[in-house]
């Protein structure tokens, strides 16, 4: 039997040893005590990091959810200082409560993801944007904020990347090639990371091409994300 509870739209579902956030739109978040990666695009976020020449040092989610993406980076970047910025007060205390989220693995801010960019100085290695709200009209900052690209820009590191969540399936109704043609001006090398299960892939700016070429092969072997350079000269 499925249990759960409800907050506005949003929904948290104990299916088996499986907890979920969902809503009509589809899922937010999962946990799972038996797998920390999920075939979605969750790993996509928390495996581009691993593109950069270096290992993230200091890492920004915008959008936390239960927490999917931060168990993720916390296993793959264990030395990372992370902050995890989410609006919704009832997103984290269910992520507190539900999907076993522990206080040290992140340092988290109730605010408005673009307000918080905007109000801080810090830098970041990597800014994993997987903002989305329970509404079929809603547009990412990316798109419906031409000041938002200018601030990532300035947020993020020399050697860092900003990788956003975005809807890809079917073809025709993919953002990939739309968010690569808006940061293009900022980020010469652009990637995209689409995952095996899910309607959502990556896309990851940065300013230099890192270890793209060397990691293209892990990735899809081992996490069955294929990986794809996008030529700026062709958008």
Excluded at 27 to 47: E, H, N
Aim: net charge positive; aromatic share 10%; glycine share 6%.
């Amino acid at each position: 039997m499925k249990n759960s509870r409800f907050h506005q739209r949003l929904e948290v579902q104990f299916r088996g040893q499986t907890t979920l956030l969902s809503s009509s739109l589809g899922t937010f978040s999962v946990y799972d005590p038996r797998q920390l990666f999920t075939g979605f695009s969750w790993d996509a976020l928390s495996l581009s990091g691993t593109l950069l020449s270096v290992p993230p040092r200091r890492i920004l989610l915008l959008g936390m959810g239960g927490g999917t993406v931060i168990r993720q980076c916390r296993h793959l970047y264990p030395d990372a200082r992370i902050d995890a910025v989410e609006i919704d007060p009832f997103v984290i205390r269910s992520a507190r409560a539900h999907f076993h989220l522990p206080r040290s693995a992140v340092r988290v801010f109730e605010a408005d993801a673009a307000k918080f960019l905007r109000r801080s100085s810090s830098s970041y290695d990597m800014i994993l944007d997987d903002v989305w709200v329970d509404d079929p009209g809603f547009v990412k900052f990316l798109f419906a904020d031409d000041g938002y690209r200018d601030v990532v820009h300035r947020r993020v590191s020399a050697r860092g990347l900003y990788a956003a969540n975005l809807w890809c399936h079917p073809p025709a109704r993919s953002e990939v090639r739309r968010a690569a043609r808006c940061l293009r001006q900022h980020f010469p090398v652009l990637v995209a990371l689409r995952p095996s299960l899910g309607p959502t892939g990556v896309l990851a700016a940065m300013r230099d091409g890192g270890r793209a070429k060397a990691s293209r092969r892990v990735l899809l072997d081992r996490y069955a994300i294929r990986v794809q350079t996008i030529p700026v000269s062709l958008l």
